[in-house]
Nanobody, 122 residues
Framework: QVQLAESGGGLVQAGGSLRLSCVASRRTFSDYAMAWFRQAPGKEREFVGS????????YYADSVQGRFTISRDNAKNTVYLQMNSLKAEDTAVYYC???????????????WGQGTQVTVSS
């Protein structure tokens, strides 16, 4: 079982950028497809983006396509979420997640970090 720990959240003005990181505990990090999800107050958790096991494939929600970039460094057991052109509606707790299934199957992510808060001021 993989354990995940996010970092990099904070307060940023609209139009700004942040980069989130998520470090995994297992040496077999490359066995897992990785993804980012987010949950805003009063809303359900939603998919943001995912990356394949060796980073060659990525998949994004329409709401972040073109603004957010997910990547991974398997040598560092780390997945990243680069967020640019941030909007107030991006405010949420961001979670990284792992899956032993296909990276595009958003319902199979069942290993979760504890989340990091991102707040975008308008």
């Amino acid at each position: 079982q993989v354990q995940l720990a996010e970092s990099g959240g904070g307060l940023v003005q609209a139009g700004g950028s942040l980069r989130l990181s998520c470090v995994a505990s297992r040496r077999t990090f490359s066995d897992y497809a990785m993804a980012w999800f987010r949950q805003a107050p009063g809303k359900e958790r939603e998919f943001v983006g995912s990356v394949s096991r060796h980073g060659g494939g990525t998949y994004y929600a329409d709401s972040v396509q073109g603004r957010f970039t997910i990547s991974r460094d398997n040598a560092k057991n780390t997945v990243y979420l680069q967020m640019n052109s941030l909007k107030a509606e991006d405010t949420a707790v961001y979670y990284c997640a792992g899956s032993l299934g296909p990276y595009t199957n958003v319902v199979e992510y069942n290993y979760w970090g504890q989340g990091t808060q991102v707040t975008v001021s308008s």
